[in-house]
């Protein structure tokens, strides 16, 4: 069961995902987009993904690529072996930009 | 008689309902067997075998493999996975493969057909959120070579079946169609040899879940192949089926499996296309 949760600082929020990213979050990403809108610097934390299949892929890039619209900043952190391998295959930096994933 | 009345539109409205779920019914059973025919035709080859398999995690899926022959005898090949499940997912993996069939028309190798597909697709998909990844080779049976390009997909498994190993070929980078409106792929070139097995395949294999939420994994997938690679390609299909339903112990796939085998039996081969009756 995924869920997720916002911990705000000023401009700055981090965003904790918590669980699996797949089909099933469809409906909870546009909740979490409007979520993040008062804020300038999201941070996505996804310590707590241990799966992403090729939709989760696609709700991720459509939270940044909302974001980065919007002219926010975005970080992702936190990335989980399996997943980095999948976001390796997928070439997922090479799509959202080096810049975005947080060392 | 305001309670007769409303019993009376409650009656019809679930009647209507019924009928709607049975209606609904019969066309996905329809769609289904659409697609089960679109992802039914291999090539015929003297010296080599080539079989694939596509389950759909729910009624339909969004996992495609496809077989072009092209005019200089060579066979292309193209195995994906359409962002999503379902239905949904379903649509889209026939409008790729349509942009699949028209580009293998118009080019010559899988780096411009992935190309090709990217520019024809790029609009749709970025319109509806979605993207598809894709592996594209062309195999030439009788130099044995195969060269490939991938869009975000990932890389096939070699096996070497006199070796029983797992060989590295050199990994083609490309990202998946629909992330940027007109990419370049690279290419890359392999030689392939008698005892050769090529295992194409979507993540829903090594992604399978049991109860205790543990994966399939590719060491187990390697086992079997490394196990059974003498065997025939539609005996290595039905072994890697049957393992991951022994893995998954009945868990619901969350996934598409689809996987697509080419075994080499002799250097030199002779092509023709069937329909599976399977």
Redesign the interface.
């Given at each position: 069961m995924f869920s997720y949760e916002c911990v705000q600082d000023g401009q700055n929020v981090t965003v904790s995902f918590k669980g699996d990213l797949?089909?099933e979050v469809t409906e909870t990403m546009e909740e979490i987009i409007k979520k993040l809108q008062p804020f300038q610097y999201v941070h996505i934390n996804l310590g707590e993904v241990?799966?992403v299949?090729?939709?989760g892929?696609?709700l991720l890039?459509?939270l940044v690529d909302t974001l980065k619209q919007e002219n926010k900043d975005v970080t992702i952190s936190h990335i989980q072996p399996?997943v980095e391998e999948?976001f390796k295959?997928?070439?997922l930096k090479?799509?959202l930009g080096e810049e975005i994933f947080a060392r | 008689m305001y309670v007769n009345e409303y019993r009376r539109i409650c009656e019809l409205t679930s009647s209507n309902d019924h009928s709607i779920d049975e209606r609904l019914e019969r066309e996905i059973k329809l769609a289904r067997n659409i697609q089960a025919k679109l992802l039914n035709g291999f090539p015929r080859i003297n010296g080599a075998e080539i079989q694939g398999i596509s389950i759909p995690a729910r009624l339909i899926g969004g996992d495609y493999y496809d077989f072009y022959r092209l005019e200089n005898g060579n066979i292309r090949m193209v195995i994906g996975?359409?962002?999503?499940?379902g239905i949904p997912a379903a649509m889209l993996m026939i409008l790729t493969r349509g942009a699949f069939r028209s580009a293998s028309e118009s080019t010559t190798s899988p780096a411009e057909t992935l190309a090709a597909m990217s520019k024809a697709l790029y609009q749709d998909l970025r319109s509806l959120?979605?993207?598809v990844?894709l592996f594209c080779a062309d195999w030439n049976p009788i130099t044995n070579v195969l060269t490939y390009a991938s869009a975000?997909?990932?890389m096939p498994l070699f096996v070497n079946g006199k070796e029983k190993k797992i060989v590295d070929p050199p990994k083609a980078?490309?990202?998946?169609i629909g992330?940027?409106s007109n990419q370049v792929y690279e290419e890359k070139s392999v030689k392939l040899e008698e005892n050769n097995m090529i295992f194409f395949y979507t993540?829903g294999i090594v992604?399978a879940e049991n109860k205790n939420?543990e994966?399939f994994k590719h060491e187990r997938l390697i086992n079997i192949l490394l196990e059974h690679s003498h065997k025939s390609v539609d005996a290595i299909k039905k072994y890697v089926v049957e393992a991951i339903h022994r893995f998954t112990e009945g868990v619901p796939p969350?996934?598409d499996i689809t996987m697509v085998i080419l075994k080499i039996h002799q250097e030199s081969n002779t092509i023709s296309f069937i329909h599976s009756k399977e």
């Open positions: 797949d089909i241990p799966f299949d090729s939709t892929i696609g890039i459509h399996d999948v295959i997928i070439q090479e799509i | 996975d359409v962002m999503g499940k959120k979605s993207f990844t975000g997909h990932n980078s490309g990202v998946m992330a940027f993540d992604e939420r994966q969350k996934d």
